[in-house]
């Protein structure tokens, strides 16, 4: 799949600018006593290609049809999450930064419309490290901008993009997602925290290896008492295709057969135990639920 930061500009260019998309929008769900908000990093500008180049374009449309998509421009919301306990402020991913593209990289604006500023963040935990979910780790002097956080990345993701190989074995149209990641990755090489799959990082906050958009995708399970969300970071990376055909392959995952399987292990585990679900590309906030419809799912916001 050709796939490169000009074809995202270049999508840009053509795009319509979409009024109604939100910039500092949230949702927001209680876990015990602790709270989930997602706040906007923006959006993307995509080429429809990009998710459906390996679709069955005929069993595709009626489904785009249904859920009033383009097949031509993708304009995915980008919501980064936020854990708070009374104690610690975790941020999950940083955003894209100023440097991938024009119509993301809002993270601090809307982490001030929620009366917070960089430095009340106690915690960066990444799902991945694409460029939408790790560029906004540097300010414009190369400096991290969480400042006081503490870096938490899982071990497999780290070891892949720190890889020196990686760089010309992931295809010329992603060599510039690895050079990026690396890059900002090393402003952290000292101080990071690595972990594993299976581990409470934190305390609520499990690791869920979900591997396939990258190789070391990490999802996490916030659960305090019976109530619990599943954070799922790109493992499920829209409202419509991956919910009503999981099994297709998407020209978004690195692993296009892992990821399928990958996502349905997830909307089992959502739906049996009926888990609270935050996507990152998913609409209005991303916070919601999975529920099983005939050969599929629905997301169901709230």
Known sequence: MSFSRRRFLQATTVAPLVSALPTLSKAEVSIGSATLTTISDGYLTLPGSFLFAPMPQDDLAPILAEYDVSGETLLPECNLTLYRDGKKTVLFDVGSGADFMPSAGTVLDSLD???LAPEDITHVVFTHAHPDHIWGLLDEFDEPVFYNATYMMGRAEW???????TVSDIGEARAAFAVGAKRRMEAI???VQLFDTDQEILPGIASVSTPGHTPGHMSFEIR???SAAMIAGDAIG???VAFRKPSWLSGSDQNAELAATTRQMLFDRLTHEDLSLVGFHLPNGGIGRAVADGDGYRFIEG
């Open 113 to 115: 419309a929620a009366g």
């Open 238 to 240: 829209n409202h419509h």
């Open 224 to 226: 305090q008492g019976n």
């Open 159 to 165: 070891d892949y993009w720190w890889n020196p190989e």
């Open 189 to 191: 090489e000292d101080s």
